[in-house]
């Protein structure tokens, strides 16, 4: 019985999602990245597709578990917001920057909270089954799931990049917007 682990007892301690995930039904957790998970991602080496390619099996792979848990449109539904919550940690992870006045425990604390928030909130989806008993939960909740998730999305940890110039450097001045470009 010792080969055989299921779960993770230090699952709930945790406070990355994506950890807590491969924490949760553990041998099935690797059979979905490995014959779903990683043939959607290929062996492509350009950046940009590889990028692209993360989400969509990341999508992929949820939509695999949720056909195979059967078809109750909570489980899809459970699923599709598990895999949003887990495409957007990557931009809470990049925007933990713009945090470097919290202190640790604190960006600890709540990473840990919001983790475990959504973790039990597509849990209780799941278990739910019924589509008119899952929106009521939702509703009670006002959403906040998928209203988080929609402002991750949408706008935290994504920063615009500086342009590139080559030999060049552009410096702004602090009385006006206008750059002042100087030849190296």
């Known amino acids: 019985w010792n080969s055989i682990r299921t779960v993770e007892p230090t699952l709930e301690l945790i406070n990355d999602l994506k950890r807590k995930t ?5 041998y099935t957790q690797v059979w979905l990245k490995r014959y779903c998970y990683d043939r959607v991602i290929g062996n492509s080496t350009n950046p ?14 949820m939509a695999l578990a949720a056909i195979w848990h059967g078809y109750y449109p909570m489980y899809f539904i459970a699923y599709f917001q598990f895999a949003i919550v887990t495409v957007d940690a990557k931009y809470v992870f ?3 920057d713009s ?3 919290v202190p640790g425990w604190a960006k600890w604390l709540f990473a ?22 899952g929106l009521k939960y939702l509703a009670s909740m006002y959403y906040i799931p998928f209203i988080t998730s929609f402002f991750q999305i949408t706008g935290l ?10 030999g060049k450097t552009i410096e702004m001045s602090d009385k006006s917007q206008t750059p002042d470009k100087k030849l190296d």
């Not at 491969?22 to 553990?26: A, E, G, K, T, V």
Request: aromatic content about 14%; overall charge positive; proline content about 2%.
């Open 157 to 166: 940890g994504q920063t615009k990049k500086q342009p590139r110039t080559e």
């Open 99 to 101: 945090f470097k006045s």
């Open 112 to 133: 840990a909270g919001m983790s475990n928030f959504y973790f039990n909130t597509s849990g209780i989806m799941f278990y739910l089954l019924d589509l008119q008993a």
């Open 22 to 26: 491969d924490l949760w039904n553990i």
């Open 94 to 96: 990049k925007a933990r």
């Open 48 to 61: 940009k597709v590889r990028a692209a390619r993360l989400e969509i099996a990341t999508y992929a792979t």
